[in-house]
């Protein structure tokens, strides 16, 4: 997958490229035209409205087949699309976003507004910090809803992107502790409002107060989220020589599993990698249709090492290298400090085995990171779209063709046939919809680390109720998150990484 910095196929700064960007005001559509565009900087230049400022910048990623935000030195190439979206702020100049968030707060005194409102309101958030050193997560979102019901006081239901990032740091400035840093990358408050990605927990409140709002009071009117499917991208051909792509395609078609075509089947996986991410990027086949062209997936699964190796170089391996040895125990003592059921799911792990304790800490995850409550899925429905059981002696051909819960995601999953102490357990994967069974002959561990590579391979969307638990196994693979809702998985690395 590609990440919306993506290198490929730039052009240099001083070459014009054609771009099709859709111009909205106030969330309507006001036009979509092509422009002939030398940067992001100069495309805003030639849509911005006189007494609009913009809002948000957003870019098709051809791997996620989806809008996403970037800012204005994003890199631009022939045929790219934007989104470009500006608000009516007549108290504003029209600038950049990014630009915006520098300038000076109009509220230099918030901050020592703050602190006696939230002594007076929340006050346990003061004594937790100060006995617990932690902020238990009910007191965490009292805090969240006081701030955004002054915020909303202040400025409406709509509160400018600098309002929320001012908010965001006069909070981490009264509580240092609560400041969020991955490997020293941003200023630590962008888990309560990150305005690249426009997501945290303030965000989200302001989100679900709107929600509620009769439609008078709405800025923007409501409507379904639509990709553009303009095939701007007819001119462009594939790279290659085709008829000699599809011959070792043919050739890996013909040729089964064994010692002797083992190296001729890789030879011919490696040939036509460049095609086939191509295919799926710009195509995006379904599943079925991926394995279907290349069948060898399904019968040799070291090849989705293989491939996820070459597209994310010397990152292959790290799940299998930090999982047990370091992301486990540290899960186990941040469980530990939890209250409930959480605390209790860690309890005497000592004498279980390799994979019950790796199913154990995949439950604690997905507690630490629940399905949102948009989704009204329970923990225990989330955690069986990671990995379900089945009792020993099911044949794999009964895990797809049994009929399906339509309240089930319809993403691939881990089932084990067999349970985990009996030592004769195997793992599948299982993509229902598709009929697609993968058998796995290794531990649970490595059946996960299988399984996470075939949602990169394939391009696959992760279930909506695992998106949070899947956005914190991207971070042990060192991968950008692919996720807005990144606010708990960030609070979660934080406290991982604080544990020696």
């Not at 709002?213 to 009117?221: F, K, M, T």
């Not at 059921?341 to 309890?347: R, T």
């Not at 085995?353 to 790796?358: F, I, Y």
Request: net charge neutral; with cysteine.
């Amino acid at each position: 997958m590609e990440t919306p910095n993506s290198t490929e196929g730039r052009h240099g700064p001083q070459e014009s490229v054609k771009v099709l960007a859709t111009t909205f005001k106030n969330g309507n559509e006001l036009k979509r035209k092509i422009y002939s565009v030398q940067s992001t900087t100069e495309l805003l230049e030639k849509t911005s409205e006189l007494g609009f400022v913009l809002d948000r910048i957003l870019k098709f990623n051809t791997d996620f087949q989806e809008f996403t935000d970037v800012d204005s030195s994003v890199q631009i190439s022939n045929l790219d699309r934007f989104q470009v979206h500006f608000s009516e702020a007549s108290h504003l100049q029209t600038v950049p976003r990014e630009v915006c968030q520098t300038q000076p707060t109009q509220e230099p005194d918030q901050q020592a507004g703050l602190r006696p409102l939230l002594e007076m309101k929340v006050p346990e958030i003061f004594d937790e910090l100060q006995t617990k050193a932690i902020v238990t997560e009910k007191t965490r979102m009292k805090l969240i809803k006081v701030c955004i019901s002054d915020l909303v006081e202040k400025h409406g239901f709509y509160p400018s992107t600098i309002e929320k990032v001012v908010l965001a740091k006069n909070i981490i400035t009264i509580f240092p502790s609560l400041k969020v840093q991955i490997d020293g990358r941003g200023e630590g408050f962008e888990h309560f409002f990150d305005p690249a990605s426009h997501s945290g927990f303030l965000e989200m409140r302001l989100r679900n107060i709107r929600r509620k709002l009769e439609e008078g009071q709405r800025r923007y009117s409501r409507h379904k989220r639509c990709r553009d499917v303009e095939e701007m991208s007819s001119s462009v051909q594939d790279e290659g020589d085709g008829s000699e792509v599809r011959e070792f395609i043919n050739l890996m078609k013909r040729l089964r599993p064994s010692a002797e075509n083992m190296s001729s089947i890789k030879s011919a996986m490696q040939k036509t990698f460049t095609w086939r991410r191509s295919w799926i990027s710009k195509h995006s086949p379904t599943m079925e249709e991926i394995l279907q062209e290349y069948p060898r997936f399904l019968d040799i699964p070291t090849l989705l090492d293989t491939e996820f190796g070459k597209m994310h170089q010397g990152k292959g391996d790290l799940f299998l290298r930090r999982w047990e040895a370091s992301i486990m125990p540290k899960l186990k003592a941040v469980a530990a400090r939890e209250k409930g059921d959480v605390a209790s799911l860690v309890e005497g792990m000592e004498d279980q085995t390799d994979d019950e304790k790796c199913y154990i800490m995949l439950v604690v995850l997905t507690h630490l990171l629940p399905p949102v409550a948009a989704s009204r899925c329970s923990i225990k429905s989330a955690i069986t779209q990671l990995i379900d059981f089945v009792p020993a002696g099911s044949t794999i051909a009964s895990l797809y063709n049994a009929s399906q819960d339509p309240a089930q995601s319809t993403q691939p999953q881990l089932v084990c046939i067999g349970h985990l102490r009996g030592g004769s357990q195997q793992y599948v994967i299982v993509g229902k919809s598709d009929k697609i069974a993968i058998p796995l002959d290794e531990g649970l561990a490595c059946a996960v680390d299988k399984l996470f590579k075939l949602y990169w391979v394939c391009n696959l969307a992760y279930p909506a109720p695992l998106s949070s638990v899947f956005s914190f196994v991207e971070y042990i693979y060192d991968l950008p998150m692919s996720t807005n809702r990144r606010a708990k998985v960030l609070e979660l690395i934080s406290k991982v990484k604080s544990i020696n």
